[in-house]
């Protein structure tokens, strides 16, 4: 009786640990035109000291055409203090009309005692091309009437940046929310250090250019949680002038912020090579400039309490 307990609670435990992580998925659209984008999330919840490996991405995914890749690893959940989230975001866009499907990503979940791979949901989508339903122009058909058409309006790709500025401020907010609960577990400066880590140790695993955008946006983010700015989907040039504006940083802080800014944006949109000596430059300053914007709110912290006790 005793062996038999004791294969059944191993099983428990494994099924427990078989349990522990999840991925879900989410689409922005599920049907979509030749040669449009959007946008396909995979979340992985895991509990917290967990490592979470996901597959290697090139320029395709099965019949999709990889544009852009956006990571977002190792938040705090807003739900407890046990789990954490990873998630990867993929710009996809296919010139294959018809019923496609993205290929499930098989995921690496690493815990302390365990190790086990889980595997997303495949997602359909339906791929439409402009010049379907054409008629055959072999059948004769008769002259029709005066038929009213309405002017079809110039294609708009202003949602891109609307759902990177909404992927933004969800992921700042998130983890503002969990700050404002859990103060004393993860502070604005920790997260952003252990984001720059994060970074660095997988820095061979992307080009130049992303690892440098990645480090502009901890930054920005890491500015705006640590002096709780309004509107966390602002632009880097809109954070700047709320800093200047409120005298939060000295002016040698806030050009370096600006500099690093400036590279980060000219190796994304110029293409601009970022080299491995540069990119390590850009953490050693991203780390140095954490370091002393905290050190400039704890004594400003620190002279308004002095100041409130001398006045009491």
């Not at 005793?2 to 640990?17: K, M």
């Not at 110039?154 to 929310?177: D, R």
């Not at 005298?247 to 000219?266: G, I, K, N, S």
Request: glycine fraction near 4%; charged fraction near 20%.
């Amino acid at each position: 009786m005793l062996l038999a307990f004791a294969v059944g609670w191993t099983c428990v435990r494994q099924a427990s640990a078989a349990e522990a992580a999840r991925v879900t998925t989410t689409v922005s659209q599920t049907s979509s035109q030749v040669a449009e984008p959007f946008w396909l999330d995979w979340t992985v919840t895991a509990p917290t000291g967990a490592t979470v490996h996901f597959p290697a991405t090139g320029d395709k995914l099965g019949d999709f055409d990889i544009l852009d890749k956006q990571d977002l690893f190792d938040i705090p959940s807003a739900d407890t203090a046990d789990q954490r989230t990873w998630t990867r975001r993929l710009e996809l866009e296919s010139i294959v009309t018809g019923e496609q499907e993205v290929p499930a990503l098989e995921i690496q979940v690493a815990g302390p005692n365990s190790s086990q791979v889980i595997r997303s949901q495949t997602v359909p989508v339906q791929i439409v091309s402009v010049l379907e339903q054409r008629g055959d122009p072999k059948q004769f058909r008769d002259i029709q009437s005066v038929v009213d058409v309405a002017v079809p309006s110039k294609p708009s790709h202003a949602y891109l940046g609307w759902t990177l500025a909404g992927f933004s401020t969800l992921a700042v907010a998130i983890t503002a929310a969990v700050f404002t609960r859990r103060k004393r577990w993860l502070t604005p400066a920790q997260w952003a250090i252990r984001q720059l880590d994060d970074l660095e140790a997988a820095v061979h695993q992307q080009t130049g250019d992303v690892a440098a955008s990645q480090l502009a946006s901890i930054m920005q983010s890491f500015s705006q949680l640590h002096f709780s700015l309004p509107e966390p989907g602002c632009t880097s040039e809109e954070l700047l002038h709320q800093l200047k504006a409120k005298q939060l940083v000295d002016r040698t802080t806030l050009e370096q912020l600006r500099v690093l800014f400036a590279t980060a944006e000219e190796a994304k949109f110029a293409r601009l090579p970022v080299s491995p000596t540069e990119f390590q430059a850009m953490l050693e300053q991203a780390r140095s400039l954490v370091g002393r914007m905290t050190q400039v709110a704890d004594s400003e912290t620190t002279s308004t309490a002095l100041a409130t006790t001398e006045a009491r």
